[in-house]
């Protein structure tokens, strides 16, 4: 029993560590002291939009960019001045660089040839031998699926296979991190999705670390482990990704995960908030008695019903099809509600809105997240929230 404890540790142990890290380029901060620590056999998703600095935080990870400040340990070693050939991590990019005028074989026993390994009995590294890089790419290709394809041409393969071979071309090295950027971003969707279900499997298979950079949601909650949340070079949640989209910390995780109504509401007691001028029950407590704050709630926890049998009324004002389900608008007040049901309800009826306490998040107040639409009356009136302002519309 006690071996078993020590290896199931072992696993889970920290293999990567971020410190403080601050990148600047110009000036202007693209990382911002960052903290961040990776465990060993993890699939992690770092996921924002663009320009928010999870590819520069995995390029200073990798030993592609030199960090400002701040460190970067690798097995509990500091590794933030050394090249990238000697932090036994490889990077699979968005770009995959393979060689056009070498075959798929050539392609992933490039980094082989390059290898040197210390043998029993030799005090120097020794290449490796014929045997033994063949051996290593075979593997390799069995692992990514494209056995017998060793005699193919680069520009003969799809961008889904062109993707396993430098995919292989990493794992033959026999990273204990493989680092991926956008990987799946040059596929269609079909193939997207075939590839983010063959990148889980392998992860699962061969039980490295993953590291990978995506701005797509769906790719992070399908794929991950542990889901990183960034904006503007910092980070703003880290979670498993059913926490990251049920619980959302603030305002930007909840907007940016999926679909959300995100609301203005007071805390009139525990489980009890008050919204749109009606209370309605949740399953948060411990906040302040008339504590300002926010609810997150997913369009597929609205529940859609007869005028009067819901917490709010309004009016349907659009409809999709989406093919399982139907995503509608609904106008209550000067707030519309996204709703996501698999029946749908006709343009410009009249329907009730409700929810179940426990597809209520509660957030600490942030900052006020609803948006009204407002109409101008005339040149010095604009029509807002049900009454008339004076202004200046020319």
């Known amino acids: 029993m006690a071996d078993k404890v020590s290896v199931t540790s072992k696993k889970f142990d920290t293999i990567i560590e971020v410190k403080n890290i601050v990148k600047q380029f110009d000036g202007n901060t693209a990382v911002d002291d960052v903290n961040l620590k990776v465990r060993r056999g993890e699939f992690v998703t ?21 960090p400002t400040s701040g460190q970067i340990f690798i097995e509990g070693v500091d590794m933030t001045d050394t090249q990238p050939n000697k932090r036994n991590i490889n990077t699979v990019f968005q770009k995959y660089a393979l060689f ?53 041409h680069i520009d003969t393969l799809s961008g889904g296979q062109q993707q396993r071979v430098a995919i292989a ?51 992070a909650l399908t ?20 926490k990251i989209y049920d619980e959302p910390q603030n305002a930007y995780v909840a907007d940016f995960i999926g679909e959300s109504n995100i609301l203005s509401g007071i ?71 996204t709703v996501q049901s698999v029946e749908g309800s006709k343009v410009q009826s009249m329907v009730s809105l409700s929810v179940r306490p426990q597809g209520i998040h509660i957030m600490k107040k942030a900052r006020t997240v609803n948006k009204y639409i407002g109409t101008v009356y005339d040149e010095k009136r604009v029509h807002f929230l049900g009454a008339y302002f004076d202004c200046d519309a020319s």
């Open 169 to 219: 071309r990493a794992l033959v090295l026999e990273p204990k991190v493989l680092l991926l950027d956008e990987p799946l971003g040059a596929l269609d969707l079909k193939m997207r999705k075939e590839m983010q279900v063959e990148l889980k499997n392998m992860h699962r298979n061969l039980g490295i670390t993953f590291l990978y950079v995506t701005h797509d949601q769906e790719e």
């Open 46 to 66: 770092l996921l924002g939009p663009s320009g928010c600095g999870k590819t520069t935080l995995l390029r200073m990870i990798a030993g592609f960019e030199a």
């Open 223 to 242: 794929m991950s482990d542990t889901v990183v949340v960034m904006r503007d070079g910092v980070i703003h949640q880290v979670g498993t990704p059913k």
């Open 267 to 337: 805390m009139v007691a525990d489980f009890k908030v008050s919204v749109m001028d009606k209370i309605i029950h949740c399953s948060d407590k411990g906040f302040a008695k008339d504590e300002k704050v926010d609810l997150v709630i997913r369009p597929e926890d609205l529940l859609i019903g007869e005028v009067g049998k819901g917490s709010f009324d309004g009016k349907v004002i659009n409809s999709i099809f989406k093919g399982d389900y139907y995503e509608m608008r609904v106008l209550v007040d000067e707030y519309e509600f």
């Open 100 to 152: 056009p005028h070498l075959n798929v074989y050539k392609n992933i026993a490039f980094g082989l040839k390059l290898k040197r390994k210390v043998k029993t009995g030799q005090d120097k590294p020794v290449r490796l031998t014929k045997s033994e890089i063949d051996e290593k790419v075979r593997h390799g290709l069995k692992i990514v699926g494209l056995e017998g394809y060793e005699h193919r």
